[in-house]
């Protein structure tokens, strides 16, 4: 069955890089594409970006200075990285398949905080 | 980016018929999906492309609209549809709504 898992730090201290894996199973990332959704606590969703199933990429306008994805098929996984974090970058981060369907990860709690 | 306008909250009483709108900043053709999310969990689609029922999902629910004016309803509204819902638009790269919040009377 189709599964998402992230993984990550819970801590990452601000100026730094934040740097998370999306490792999916039940599905090649060269059929769908992989989408990174973020939720600050007691708010509502972001989306941040997506890496397309031909490997195209494409990212939300605020953030798009800063945040990098990536992906190897080979592992199955889809990599998120994004620097110059602040304490507002703190959040629940999610990878998710968004199409007529939807699978979602976990999500890991990231803090920024020194 | 296209900016997505959702009430923040509403109250019901389970039996009741809720209707829920989103405003798109510009046209999103019929791309709009409607997501549930409940505390503590991941969102959930419920609607994709305006009003279409996800797999799975009561017929409870339905949606509609196109271009800027969205709705999506509950009808009737269950004690176990108290969540947060949010708005999806697709079209003009990704962009979710505010999330309007239902809460029980």
């Known amino acids: 069955q189709v599964q998402l898992k992230e993984s990550g730090p819970g801590l990452v201290q601000p100026s730094q890089t934040l740097s998370l894996t999306c490792t999916v199973s039940g599905f090649s990332l060269m059929d ?12 509502g969703l972001e989306w941040m970006g997506r ?9 939300n306008s605020a953030l798009k200075s800063r945040l990098s994805i990536s992906r190897d098929t080979s592992k199955s996984q889809v990599f998120l990285k994004m620097n110059s974090l602040q304490t507002e970058d703190t959040a629940i981060y999610y990878c998710t398949v968004l199409y007529y369907f939807d699978y979602w990860g976990q999500g890991v ?5 020194s | 980016d296209t900016v997505l306008t959702q009430s923040p909250a509403l109250a019901v009483s389970p039996g009741e018929r809720v209707t829920i709108s989103c405003r798109a900043s510009e046209s999103v053709s019929t791309l709009m999906h409607w997501y549930q999310q409940k505390p503590g969990q991941q969102p959930k689609l419920l609607i994709y492309k305006a009003s279409n029922l996800a797999s799975g999902v009561p017929a409870r629910f339905s949606g509609s609209g196109s271009g800027t004016d969205f709705t999506f309803t509950i009808d009737p509204v269950e004690a176990d549809d108290i969540a947060t819902y949010y708005c999806h638009q697709s079209w003009n790269s ?3 709504g505010g999330g309007t919040k239902l809460e029980l009377k």
Not at chain 1, 51 to 59: A, E, I, R, S, V
Not at chain 1, 109 to 113: G, K, L, Q, Y
């Open chain 2, 94 to 96: 990704r962009t979710f």
């Open chain 1, 109 to 113: 709690m990231v803090t920024v905080s």
């Open chain 1, 51 to 59: 890496m397309k199933y031909d490997g195209d990429t494409y990212y």
């Open chain 1, 32 to 43: 769908y594409s992989v989408h990174w959704v973020r939720q600050p606590p007691g708010k």
